[in-house]
């Protein structure tokens, strides 16, 4: 007997030994009808079997015509609805800490879809996810599922990515929650230390060279935790070296807990000596003044990373004025370290030898044309390196340029989804988050030998430098950034509520 939307409804409101005694009595009717008490014998004959559409598999359902028209729509519809969640649920993804955008999207709305929670809670889970989790039963619980996987402080794009091996795996990892980061107890107390320690030291420069420039870390000081996460892991794979290039933004704080550049030796060189005058400043006397000057945030540095007798050789290259014009020097030094040219021929290559992470500007990723050039490059047998990480430090801004006013796309990532890499977008104010995101990026291009990019989403305490006033260009946003506590706080407030601290 066919079942219509109405008897499939009617049959849903049984649950449980209800929903057992009524299939009972349905066995019983099939053979001896007079057997059943006659209320029963009226529900069966006016709504049939008494079968949750879940329970009508595909043998009895569909092959033999048991699902009517209307519900092979609304199982189309829930599919749909499923499909726009993995592709547009960063569209809604709770990924900006302060200066979310306003505009909403009807993609994400189950009305564009024409379904509704009462119609997704008549499907049976695995018709729309095939490898739901146990406890999802409905197609209803699917979708919460999705929906929290998809819009919350981490949300993905790889819908660009044209190979179905890469995509599979990427999906499997973000709906399993695989990829997630799980810190024992220490493990986070040790985090909130770290954050103390990157905010410390910004307050510490800060009360103590009193308008200088130093391109402050703050609002996205989960970088340092997020680049630690990176660094433990290419060690534990016995990565030689990695190779790091990043511009001004945070760059102190990678040089002073990245890269284990001595303290003291950060704060002389806030301090100016007397004017180099043998050396010509062209006029640009900000630049030559003193011993360092600008230097201090153009200054590279090594440090031998050591974990269980395995060793890593970190390294940050100078880098000039000019923003990313590092990003292809440091692939260079990556694939130099490498090749194996001793021997005659095309040389051969390690990939796993060495990687490098970049670190980009929101605006300079993608205003900048060295960066086309030289994604462009890595995917080439000549210049390949197994994949580079990327992280755009995205603090909302560009010197005083709003990103509506700098940029013809949503995202600063966008470039990247030409160049098919996948695009993990994560929220500066949760570093387990962060974490988790830089796990994910890792062993992507470990795995696939391919690029990946972290779009850390944060903000700017400070002005461009902190000299600047950004209370005139931007009054909106700081006066919601004045009233943001710090990551710190926020994440210390967590650890306090879970009664770790
Ligand atoms: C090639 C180049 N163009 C322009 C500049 C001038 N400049 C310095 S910082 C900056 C803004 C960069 O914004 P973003 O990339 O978002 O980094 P943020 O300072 O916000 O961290 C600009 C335009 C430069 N240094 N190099």
């Not at 002073?256 to 400043?281: C, N, Q, W």
């Not at 100078?318 to 692939?331: G, I, K, M, R, Y």
């Not at 950004?470 to 943001?484: A, N, V």
Request: glycine share 8%; hydrophobic share 35%; aromatic share 10%.
């Amino acid at each position: 007997m066919k079942h219509s939307t109405e008897s499939s409804k009617f049959w849903n409101s049984f649950f449980g030994p209800n929903m057992g005694y009524v299939e009972e009595q349905y066995e019983i009717f099939k053979e001896n009808p007079e057997e059943v008490d006659a209320s029963l014998v009226d529900l069966f004959n006016k709504h049939g079997a008494p079968r949750k559409l879940e329970q009508s598999t595909g043998e009895t359902a569909i092959e033999n015509g048991g699902l009517s028209l209307e519900q092979a729509q609304t199982l189309t519809s829930a599919i749909k609805y499923a499909e726009a969640i993995r592709r547009y649920g960063h569209l809604e993804a709770d990924i900006y800490a302060v200066g979310g955008w306003d505009e909403k999207t009807n993609l994400l709305n189950p009305n564009t879809y024409n379904i509704t929670d009462e119609d997704l809670s008549q499907i049976p889970a695995k018709w729309l996810w095939d490898k739901a989790p146990a406890d999802a039963e409905t197609g209803a619980d699917v979708i919460k599922i999705l929906r929290k996987r998809y819009t919350g402080k981490i949300s993905f794009e790889y819908d660009h990515v044209n190979s179905d091996e890469e995509r599979t795996w990427l999906s499997e990892q973000i709906e399993s929650g695989d990829y997630k980061a799980d810190l024992s107890e220490t493990k986070q107390t040790d985090l909130l230390n770290r954050l103390v320690e990157v905010e410390g030291f910004e307050h510490f420069l800060q009360k103590t060279f009193v308008g200088q420039k130093r391109f402050s870390i703050e609002g996205l000081e989960s970088m340092i935790p997020l680049l630690d996460k990176v660094v433990e892991l290419a060690n534990g794979q016995q990565v030689e070296h990695v190779m790091m290039g990043m511009a001004h933004r945070g760059r102190l704080s990678v040089l002073a807990h990245i890269l284990g550049k001595p303290l003291d030796m950060i704060f002389s060189e806030f301090h100016y000596g007397s004017d180099k005058t043998l050396i010509p400043s062209h006029g640009s006397q900000g630049i030559y003044y003193g011993w360092t000057g600008d230097v201090k945030y153009h200054f590279g540095a090594v440090k031998e990373y050591k974990h269980d007798n395995l060793s890593t050789r970190l390294s940050l290259a100078h880098n000039p004025s000019h923003l990313e014009f590092v990003n292809p020097v440091v692939t260079g030094r990556a694939r130099a370290e490498q090749d194996d040219r001793t021997k005659n021929g095309y040389p051969t290559s390690d990939l796993k030898k060495a990687m490098s992470i970049l670190i980009h500007g929101d605006a300079s990723f993608i205003g900048e044309g060295i960066v086309p050039e030289s994604l462009n490059l890595g995917g080439l047998k000549g210049y390949r390196t197994g994949g580079s990480l990327h992280i755009i430090a995205n603090n909302l801004i560009g010197f005083t340029t709003d990103r509506k006013e700098g940029r013809s796309t949503r995202y600063a990532s966008d470039l990247a989804k030409g160049y098919e890499i996948p695009i993990i977008r994560v929220n500066a104010d949760h570093p387990v988050a962060c974490v988790s995101a830089a796990k994910l990026a890792f062993e992507y291009t470990k795995k696939f030998e391919k690029d990946c990019l972290i779009d850390l989403v944060g903000y700017r305490r400070y002005g461009h430098n902190e000299m600047d006033e950004p209370r005139s260009t931007q009054p909106m946003l700081y006066k919601e950034i004045d009233k943001h506590p710090t990551v710190t706080e926020i994440y210390a407030d967590k650890l306090t509520n879970d009664g770790l601290i």
